[in-house]
């Protein structure tokens, strides 16, 4: 087990070096500065600056210094704004996100799991065609769809719930955006925990432990759910990739200041040392849950730990 | 072929086939065009009055006409881009599945690593640092959506490669071409239809996400997901602005997912049976 | 009173009828045999008495067991009934365990499940029961996962799972299909010692078994009764024609009636072959090493031996498909080497190979004409369209296969068919030698014999050299004219048919033998003649890799690897072979 940690641990830094390089290079690879945009500047202030931000170097030395930067955990200072580290406005954005992602994601689970569970349990029945159908159409539909059309209704026609960020500090103000960003992977983790749970409970293992008279609680729960649950922990790399995607377009329509709104605004303003952290730093965030994903597959499939 | 035999396939493909149908000849036949604007009729509600079907924008253009034309780039660039994946997807895996060993092993390892970046983001970033154009999109969401693709055609070849009846091929002395083309690539065609149709949708739904973050299409052109953008401002007055557009976008996306779902099926049969 | 009873069971999918209008009993402590071949019925049966038939299956009839209708039972009696009055052990243990639970774990759910034991208590009863079925260590198996296991182990765990609750009945369907032989012999031993009192109902398509194990037999055609009794009176004078077919298509290893010696030159020469793979971390395996081979015209060389014995590696490198790592083949005079690619239109043309499975070695996606054409196609281009398929139509004529076969597709072929495709595409170029893979093996026995006599006609006709791969000994004995025996890669002993069967020289080959059931009542049931399993061919044992399971090693075994010796025209590789 631990030779299998350590090898999936080794085998994620070619995959972090690589984020880091594409997303560096893609940045110097900008046509113009971060500073054109405004007035003219004199020569001289404008190499000033460049000197100030190392832009005057090799792009290698430039990478190297960004690296050694990394490694100590500098993400570097921000090109817009000024008095600030991309580290501090990272560390001020990022708890709203991953409290919405985290409440997302443990909804998404919950209801995908058990809806899924219930519609395998009862094939073709009536219960399990309403759970497609409602699962087919949350997959469907684009999460910039479904915000507004909740907010419409929700929140301005029947006025249940607040509709913005900044019209409450009540605890309700999260309920929308976090249906929000659940939907499409409640809706996906229902259809895979479907699929997966017939499939195991037309194993053999399954009628073996149903002819032990272990009763269908038993087997769903020690027999079934185990391996069942398998495509579904796979999928969650993807899921968290799809809810961190989701949290943008979330956090801009109810003004959520979460990280997400941030990215947006950094890739408007062109402010590259800050959109650079950010992918930098999503980037390792997605890797890094990959890796935990990876390692609690082979805790639940002892077939996986040996190789 | 009992591809039309399977209800949800014909359906789905059936609705697919008319909004396309009506995207491509509607602008044609309406009245109004995608640009003129009329001060006298700023969001009016849907009316068959001078054909306004789907009302007017907060510029009083004729929303019906700019949803047609919604349609087509949304459609053009979600099946460029499903081609450019397609593409790449099949090649890339079945040459990786072909060769086996070494090769595909070190092949493989370029699609996992890449699989972990986050490339919404890389798709933003190169939004924001290049000059946006459609064909931009089309590479970045081709680029997002071959690797599926490439490790399901290279799973299905690998073992397709292992298969008995190709090593009675072998053994006949059936050349490695004839091996590719007559007995490797026709088991491949079910599984590349199914999943080109699923990656459809996903091209959609890359391209809608990012004109409605203003990153995508732009004025006076427009997409499905420039049109959402523009209906959420208005929706608290004018809710068809939104739900128009947001509603054909779900409706298509929802097809496509159906007739993969139902293109699965079919194909699943036919190797059971 | 009888313990099971079956009265007017029928099982229907949709329109079709599996299993009709069938009737018997089980008594207390009786052993009785269910048999049948594919198809039959007799594992719809065996799921429909624990109440477990697939979804949509109607299920019509009465089930009563110690006097209740299982019929009138709530789900919850039911389950009470499993596992503590009725245990079933299961065909293929790899898929019957749950591979994600640890084995201990999933023997101790049943004792607590049915309130029989908890805790500690429930530890020492599942390990108790481990060391009951013969399991070493229990106290490691306890812990281990199924994948962890041998074959014949997690067949082990599978029978003492129905058998911990100490159930009135055990229901065994094909306990021991997808087991070696000599393991075989070794779990039958065990459903003997173990089962004390319990009644036993053995579903198995081998005759030999059901001769050995059971007092009264069930005889099953397409899911109706055709025959029951007593076993020694249905052996000795069976009453449907049915029962005549099965016993006349069964095997025996015993038999006198042996193809007549040939004397062909050489055609096929293999030297000193040795084949070896690359596992995960760089370890090689090596699945054959050193064997000699000579092939004759007109002759049936069949290569015995259990799994990893590397029978099927060597003839895959013989035909180029595999690489041989060291050794060559010498094929009419001239040396075949490298891959298949590159060895030419001749051997192409002149030896052909038939698989076990004979739909996977047919393409899903091309009809039987395109199939069976396709040698013409590739080798024989001038011959033109019409004159292609007269070829085809002869070929499949020769497989006895009309015309109506040629636009079909292989799923809409049985298996003896698709077999038969198999070997007209096979022949249709004429070939000198043939080699047949297990192309048997997944055959019922009429459908088998049918294949096997078609084989021996085109020999007969045409002179064709086959080498005949197979696991079963009494197959083997019937058909073939020279027999090759392989123990983990290695050479064990070649021989004529009637000396290797009535003179094995090498004490594997002679527990080969003594482990094959006999399809006779009369002949009473051997102990296995062998314990334990085949080794991991990572780690071979040192000197005489049969040694750890031989029962006459000694201490040169152990430390010298025998070379092969000629005595009285057996070639055999053992120290203590005369």
């Known amino acids: ?283 390792t965030l997605i890797v890094l849950l990959n890796l935990v994903v990876d390692i609690l597959y082979g805790v639940i499939d002892p077939r996986v730990r040996q190789r | 072929m009992s591809l039309l035999g399977n209800p949800t396939v ?251 779902d139902g293109l699965r099926d079919v194909f699943d049969a036919r190797h059971v049976s | 009173m009888s313990l099971l009873e079956l009265e007017k069971l029928s099982i229907r999918y949709g329109n079709t009828t599996v299993v009709d209008n069938l009737g018997f009993t089980v008594g207390e402590g009786e052993s009785v045999g269910l048999v049948g071949e594919s198809g039959s019925g007799k594992s719809q049966t065996a799921l429909a008495i624990l109440g477990l038939s697939p979804r949509g299956a109607q299920v019509s009839g009465n089930i009563r067991f110690a006097g209740s209708d299982l019929a009138e039972l709530s789900q919850r009696e039911l389950d009470k009934l499993r596992a503590r009055r009725i245990g079933i052990a299961f065909q293929d243990p790899s898929q019957a365990l749950n591979p994600y639970l640890r084995v201990g774990r999933q023997l101790r759910e049943i004792l607590v499940r049915h309130g029989i034991a908890k805790g500690k208590d429930a530890d020492r009863q599942v390990m108790a029961m481990l060391e009951r079925v013969g399991l070493p260590d229990t106290e490691r198996q306890f812990m281990a996962y199924p994948h962890q296991l041998s074959g014949g182990m997690r067949q082990r765990v599978m029978l003492a799972s129905a058998l911990i609750a100490q159930p009135d009945l055990l229901i065994a369907d094909e306990p021991t299909t997808a087991l070696d032989v000599t393991v075989q012999a070794q779990i039958l031993d065990l459903l003997e010692e173990i089962r004390d009192n319990t009644a036993l109902l053995l579903i198995t398509h081998d005759l030999g078994i059901v001769a050995g194990h059971c007092e009264r037999m069930l005889v099953l055609e397409r899911g109706r009764l055709v025959d029951a009794g007593a076993t020694t009176a249905l052996f000795a004078s069976p009453g449907h024609a049915h029962t005549r077919a099965l016993l006349a298509a069964a095997p025996r290893i015993d038999t006198s009636d042996i193809p007549d010696a040939v004397h062909g030159k050489s055609i096929l020469g293999v030297e000193s072959a040795t084949v070896s793979y690359e596992e995960r971390g760089s370890r090689r395996l090596h699945a054959v090493s050193d064997v000699d081979l000579s092939l004759h015209v007109g002759e049936t060389l069949a290569i015995v031996g259990e799994s990893g014995s590397g029978k099927s590696s060597l003839v895959s490198a013989i035909l180029g498909l595999v690489p041989m790592e060291s050794g060559c083949v010498v094929y009419a005079g001239s040396e075949l080497n490298g891959p298949v690619e590159r060895r030419g239109k001749r051997q192409a043309r002149e030896l052909q190979l038939i698989f076990q499975d004979p739909i996977g070695a047919l393409n899903p996606q091309m009809r039987v004409r395109s199939l069976v054409g396709e040698p013409l196609v590739v080798h024989e281009t001038q011959l033109s369209s019409r004159q292609r398929l007269g070829r085809v139509t002869e070929a499949l004529e020769q497989v006895g296969l009309d015309a109506g076969y ?150 040169v075994c152990r430390q010298s690897c025998p070379g092969a010796r000629d005595i009285d025209g057996t070639r055999v590789a053992c120290h203590h072979a005369d």
């Open chain 1, 1 to 283: 087990m631990l030779r299998y940690t350590l090898l999936r641990l080794l085998g994620a830094i070619p995959t972090l070096l690589l984020v880091i390089v594409l997303a560096f290079l893609m940045v110097h690879a900008a046509p113009g500065g971060p500073f054109d945009a405004e007035r003219a500047l004199p020569a001289d202030v404008e190499a000033n600056i460049a000197r100030a931000y190392h832009l005057d170097e090799p792009l290698p030395q430039q990478f190297l210094r960004y690296l050694s930067g990394l490694l100590q955990g500098d993400l570097g200072p921000s090109f817009r704004y000024r008095d600030y580290t991309v580290n501090e406005l990272i560390g001020a954005a990022f708890p709203l996100s991953l409290k919405l992602g985290a409440m997302a994601m443990a909804l998404a689970l919950v209801l995908g799991v058990s809806a899924g569970t219930a519609a395998a349990l009862r094939q073709n029945s009536t219960l399990d065609r309403v759970v497609m159908a409602f699962a087919m159409t949350g997959i469907s539909i684009p999460v910039f769809v479904v915000a507004p059309i909740l907010v419409l209704f929700l929140a301005v026609k029947l006025q249940w719930l607040p509709a913005g960020w900044s019209s409450t500090t009540s605890a309700s103000r999260l309920v929308l955006p976090v249906i929000t960003l659940a939907l499409p992977q409640i809706a996906y983790i229902a259809r895979l925990t479907r699929a997966s749970m017939i499939d195991v409970l037309s194993r053999d293992f399954i009628r073996t432990a149903r002819a032990q008279g272990l009763g269908t609680m038993t087997v769903v729960r020690l027999h079934a759910l185990k391996p069942a649950m398998l495509p579904v922990l796979s999928y969650m790399g993807p899921a968290i990739a799809a809810i961190l995607t989701g949290s943008v377009v979330v956090e801009e329509i109810f003004g959520i200041p979460g990280l997400g709104q941030f990215f947006v605004r950094a890739a408007g303003n062109r402010d590259y040392t800050l959109v650079l952290g950010i992918v930098v730093f999503y980037a």
């Open chain 2, 10 to 260: 014909r359906v789905s493909g059936g609705i697919v086939l008319f909004i396309a149908l009506v995207a491509l000849l509607g602008p044609f036949l309406s009245p109004n065009d995608y640009l003129s604007t009329n001060f006298d009729e700023l969001l009016s509600p849907p009316s068959f009055d001078g054909a306004r079907f789907f009302g007017t924008d907060d510029l009083g253009r004729d929303l019906f006409v700019r949803t047609m034309l919604g349609i087509r780039v949304t459609l053009v660039v979600a099946i460029v881009a499903s081609f450019v994946s397609l593409v790449i997807g099949v090649a890339y895996g079945a040459i990786a599945g072909f060769v086996g060993g070494r090769v595909d092993a070190a092949m493989m390892r370029v699609v996992d690593t890449l699989y972990a970046l986050p490339f919404i983001f890389f798709v933003i970033l190169l939004m924001v640092v290049f000059e946006r154009n459609l064909l931009l999109i089309f590479v970045a969401i081709g680029a997002v959506n071959w690797l599926d693709m490439a490790r399901i055609v290279r799973g299905q070849t690998l073992s397709l490669r292992e298969r008995e009846f190709v090593a009675a091929a072998r053994l006949m002395g059936v050349s490695p071409a004839r091996i590719v083309f007559r007995h490797i690539a026709p088991n491949l065609i079910g599984i590349v239809v199914v999943y080109v149709t699923l990656t459809i949708p996903q091209a959609i739904l890359v391209e809608s996400f990012l004109s409605f973050l203003g990153l995508g299409v732009q004025e006076p052109q427009t997409s499905l997901g420039a049109l959402v953008d523009a209906g959420v401002n208005q929706m608290e007055g004018a809710s068809w602005t939104l739900l128009i557009p947001g509603g054909l976008l779900a409706l298509i996306l929802m097809c496509f997912n159906f007739l993969g």
């Open chain 3, 406 to 555: 040629l636009e079909r597709f292989p799923h809409e072929l049985s298996g003896g068919q698709a077999q038969r495709v198999a070997i007209a595409r096979a022949l249709i170029l004429r070939p000198n030698v043939l080699v047949c893979d297990e192309a048997v093996a997944a055959l019922d026995g009429s459908v088998r014999q049918q294949v096997l006599s078609l084989l021996r006609q085109v020999q007969d006709e045409t002179g064709l050299a086959i080498i005949f791969i197979s696991h079963d000994l009494a197959v083997v004995r019937s058909i073939s004219h020279r027999v090759l025996v392989m123990y983990m890669g290695r050479f064990v002993e070649v021989a004529e048919n009637d000396a290797l069967f009535r003179h094995p020289r090498h004490p594997y080959t002679r527990a080969l033998i003594e482990a094959v059931p006999v399809p006779d009542p009369l002949v009473p049931p051997r102990k296995a003649p062998l314990q334990g399993e085949v080794p991991s061919l990572l780690k071979p044992p040192p000197g005489c890799v049969f040694h750890p399971r031989c029962p006459l090693a000694s201490d």
